[in-house]
């Protein structure tokens, strides 16, 4: 499966972007699909989750409120909604699959992602 992530930018604070992850090569539906980001000198953080037929969802308590994940497995493509962004958003941003039938929770990934996108820049100016 690949993972191609794109719809990051430079926006205000206050503002919104909407990032999207096109998979191909294999049967999206067959995923839970996640964001996770890493800013400027910090590790890789999980940011949302969604199960694979998007009855499940599961944020970050930094982004709760403010983004949305959501998908479109006739498209092949996840997307992140976020709203209100702060400066402390700014980040790349980096899709993740895992093969999987559950309900996602605060414990997904339960190990590491199998496949994992390129990541795309939000820039977040104050």
């Known amino acids: 499966v690949q993972l191609q992530a794109f719809g990051g930018g430079l926006v205000q604070a206050g503002g919104s972007l909407r990032p999207s992850c096109a998979a191909s090569g294999g049967t999206f539906s067959s995923y839970a699909m996640g964001w996770f980001r890493q800013g400027p000198g910090k590790e890789r953080e999980f940011v949302a989750a969604?199960?694979?037929?998007?009855?499940?969802?599961y944020y970050a308590d930094s982004v709760k409120g403010r983004f949305t994940i959501s998908r479109d497995n006739a498209k092949n493509t996840v997307y992140l909604q976020m709203n209100s962004l702060k400066p402390e958003d700014m980040a790349v941003y980096y899709c993740?699959?895992?093969?999987?039938?559950?309900?996602?929770?605060?414990?997904?990934?339960?190990?590491?992602?199998?496949?994992w996108g390129q990541g795309t820049l939000v820039t977040v100016s104050s």
């Open positions: 993740a699959a895992k093969i999987s039938n559950r309900a996602v929770s605060s414990k997904w990934p339960s190990s590491a992602p199998d496949y």
């Open positions: 969604i199960s694979r037929n998007g009855g499940s969802r």
